[in-house]
């Protein structure tokens, strides 16, 4: 390995540490925060890997470990980051263990088809990951979380792909001369780039994106207390957001916030922070779906309705489709709407 490769890499390295070590101790009580740590280990050992020279293959492959999880480790804290109501799907599980067997048989070469198949495992794993930074990425009240979803999307999850595609192709093709230390550059400046803004410019933007583990007795998408008095065009704007929502303005298909701003005749951001920093929601969906289900259980347990079709209401209050409106209605009342009419309106 060539100097400037190693000192780009060891740069690189320092900075990772750096970075596990302020989110280890600042974020211990945030969900997401140990996938975040594997991705930074894993992107360690990656780094460091070929500065060692190793040759034994049991310990070549415990060093290569956690740079196998990176891609798993990346879609499961982008769903931390971005879907603080809802599980990560069971098929998800089934697809990281695909990916991790496979790579598995690819490193002890168990067959010379492990490792082209690996590939698109890995592929797979970081796009599902991009994908769930997209999702509802305008719905999202936190400014600071907004901001580290396009970072991610933009910087992280692309050069993930850069390095999965690159590395299978110079599998089959000789590596260019100059390629690997542009890598280390690369990596350098990205880390730098990362660290420069959440342990400097931006130091809470992590404590203010992930979600707070789960307490004894936790509050759905209620977020901190109010920090700042609201001034007078503060009240107006809420009062109008208030009594607009009272006269049924959740009801309008596929509302946004930025519909919304023009609907109140407000700034988008300014609406944002106030429904974030003084209503306490994370995410414009959970707004909505607070008036969409007190109305949704009222009409439900109201006898002169029985008769009306559950996607009949579900239309009527704002839902395209009877999917996410089961989703929400059971985050609230562990019960789905069926059961929750069959339990207010026995036969």
Not at 5 to 11: D, E, Q, R
Not at 136 to 153: H, T, Y
Not at 297 to 305: C, M, Q, T, V
Request: charged share 15%; aromatic share 10%; net charge neutral.
């Amino acid at each position: 390995m060539s100097v400037s490769y190693s000192f780009f890499t060891g740069a690189a390295c320092s900075l990772l540490l750096l970075a596990a070590a302020r989110i280890g101790i600042s974020h211990a009580r945030r969900r997401g925060n140990t996938w975040l740590l594997v991705v930074l280990c894993g992107a360690f050992f990656y780094l460091v890997r070929p500065l060692l020279g190793i040759e034994q293959p049991v310990v070549d492959f415990l060093i290569d470990l956690p740079t196998m999880l990176i891609p798993a480790a990346f879609w499961l804290f982008t769903h931390q980051l971005c879907s603080e109501s809802q599980d990560f799907p069971r098929w998800g599980w089934g697809l990281i263990a695909a990916d991790f067997i496979i790579e598995l048989a690819s490193q002890f070469n168990l067959h010379p088809l492990f490792y082209p198949l690996s590939q698109p495992f890995k592929l797979g794993l970081i796009g599902a990951g991009m994908v769930t930074l997209m999702q509802q990425l305008q719905s999202d009240l936190v400014a600071e979380r907004r901001q580290l979803r396009i970072a991610l999307l933009i910087a992280i999850g692309g050069y993930m792909l850069i390095v999965v595609c690159a590395e299978f192709l110079f599998n089959y093709y000789p590596v260019p001369s100059g390629i690997t230390t542009l890598h280390a550059v690369m990596a350098a400046a990205l880390t730098f780039a990362a660290c420069l803004w959440l342990l400097a410019l931006s130091p809470r933007a992590l404590e203010e994106s992930l979600p707070q583990a789960p307490q004894p007795a936790p509050t759905p998408e209620v977020a901190e207390e109010p920090q700042e008095a609201l001034d007078e065009s503060q009240r107006q704007l809420l009062q109008k957001l208030q009594d607009h929502m009272a006269s049924g303005g959740y009801r309008h298909t596929g509302l946004t916030i930025r519909e919304l701003a023009a609907q109140l005749d407000a700034r988008e951001h300014v609406l944002r922070a106030l429904i974030n920093r003084h209503l306490g929601y994370r995410n414009f969906n959970e707004y909505l779906n607070q008036f969409r289900i007190d109305e949704a259980s009222r009409r439900l347990a109201d006898p002169g309705e029985a008769h009306l079709p559950v996607l009949t209401i579900a239309l009527d209050i704002g839902y395209r489709s009877l999917s996410p409106f089961n989703a929400a209605f059971k985050r609230r009342h562990q019960l789905t709407p069926t059961e929750y009419r069959r339990e207010q309106l026995p036969a």
